[in-house]
């Protein structure tokens, strides 16, 4: 079968090929609040990228002014780390107290604040290991898209810390860490499908392998961690059941 040639002078929209749009995923936006930190107060800049990454995380993301480097980006995480070593020193001192509530339960106060206090600096500690190992996995998972560009390991250091902004709600009692959780993974699919530009399945699937496998790196943890510190330091709630009498 020939080719049909169009008449000079006419055109037809459905025979127009699509226009083929660059993406540079390297390209400077006008900046986040964070990276403004220095005109804004560190405050006030922490908590509107906080909120930003709550309620408009592309906007966020899309803004980064200096996606070349991390440094600005590294401190942002480090405060997020931050806010889970405090979430786990409140959450302590709330199980402290309640487990002081139990009939026949005596809380060795000194042993329990030890056991909080490590907590705390374990999970600060341990929520920036576990970004780094998401980092590395999630790096292995879109480089094997087909419609992905060539994206910098600097780029998804960048994105992936102001994914973490939802942090901000870990402190809230009980229900803070899960909402955090669950809002840092929207986070980080917007992310893959928004920002890195790679396609909504990939994205989802991607997002979700490292982020279950970080969350079984983080329980597994957590269990010897708690099993270390019992050899160690011992129970801090003793069992003070009263003994009943044998009867003969």
């Known amino acids: 079968m020939s080719r049909i040639r169009t008449p000079d002078g006419i055109e037809i929209a459905s025979l127009k090929g699509k226009k083929t749009e660059f ?24 908590l509107k990228t906080c909120a930003m990454s709550l309620t408009s995380f592309f906007k966020l993301v899309d803004a980064i002014r200096r996606p070349e480097t991390t440094n600005d980006a590294f401190v942002f ?16 001192l709330i ?10 339960h005596e809380v060795e106060t000194q042993t329990y604040l030890m056991y909080v206090a490590i ?15 998401y980092n590395i996995i999630y790096a292995k998972l879109i480089a094997q ?31 803070g860490p899960a909402l955090a959780g669950l809002f840092i993974f929207i986070d980080l699919y917007i992310a893959g499908r928004k920002r890195l530009n790679i396609r909504a399945t990939g994205a989802l699937i991607d997002a979700l392998m490292a982020y279950v496998v970080v969350l079984v790196v983080a329980f597994v ?6 099993l270390v510190l019992h050899q160690v330091l011992g129970d801090p709630i003793d069992d003070v059941t009263p003994k009943t009498a044998q009867t003969r």
């Open 23 to 46: 993406f540079d995923a390297m390209a400077p936006g006008p900046g986040t609040p964070w990276e403004d930190r220095g005109t804004r107060g560190v405050v006030s800049a922490f």
């Open 77 to 92: 995480l480090i405060d997020c780390c931050i806010l889970w070593g405090v979430s786990a020193f409140i959450h302590g």
């Open 95 to 104: 199980f402290m107290h309640f487990a002081g509530k139990v009939q026949y």
């Open 119 to 133: 907590a705390a600096v374990g999970a600060g500690g341990g929520v920036y290991l576990l970004f780094r190992l």
């Open 145 to 175: 898209e087909k419609t992905a560009t060539a994206l910098p390991d600097v780029l998804l250091y960048n994105v992936n810390a102001y994914a973490l902004g939802p942090s901000i709600l870990a402190p809230i009692p009980f229900i």
């Open 221 to 226: 943890g957590y269990w010897v961690g708690n």
